[in-house]
């Protein structure tokens, strides 16, 4: 594994997870996508609906940074946690947080 991208890893799983706690803490207010298009009467069941998926899908994203950081520490990063190869460069430059190899991630897709 190249030190240089397991550096480059490190930071922005750590920027990330830096982002997602802040988000968990509320002290960032989560993009509003559709904010416009919603009508009054439906705005407040379903802001506090898609406020509690944000949520999850935040935590679920924090889970997959912290594990990814632990295998760093134990010198697993950057191998498939279903086959145990490793993962391409280019999808550890794109997820960082990757915790399968590209063949695994497409046959569990299917
Ligand atoms: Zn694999």
Not at 86 to 99: D, H, M, S
Request: aromatic share 2%.
């Amino acid at each position: 594994m190249d030190p240089k991208l397991v550096e480059d890893a490190r930071q922005s799983l750590e920027t990330e997870r830096e982002r997602i706690r802040l988000v968990l803490a509320g002290e960032v207010e989560h993009p509003r996508v559709d904010h416009v298009a919603q009508t009054a009467a439906a705005s407040e069941v379903s802001e506090s609906q898609r406020g509690q998926q944000l949520r999850e899908r935040e935590e679920l994203h924090l889970a997959l940074i912290e594990g990814a950081l632990s295998r760093m520490d134990s010198g697993l990063f950057g191998l498939c946690q279903n086959c145990g190869q490793p993962i391409a460069r280019e999808r550890l430059e794109a997820l960082a947080w990757a915790q399968d190899c590209i063949g695994c991630h497409s046959a569990r897709r299917r």
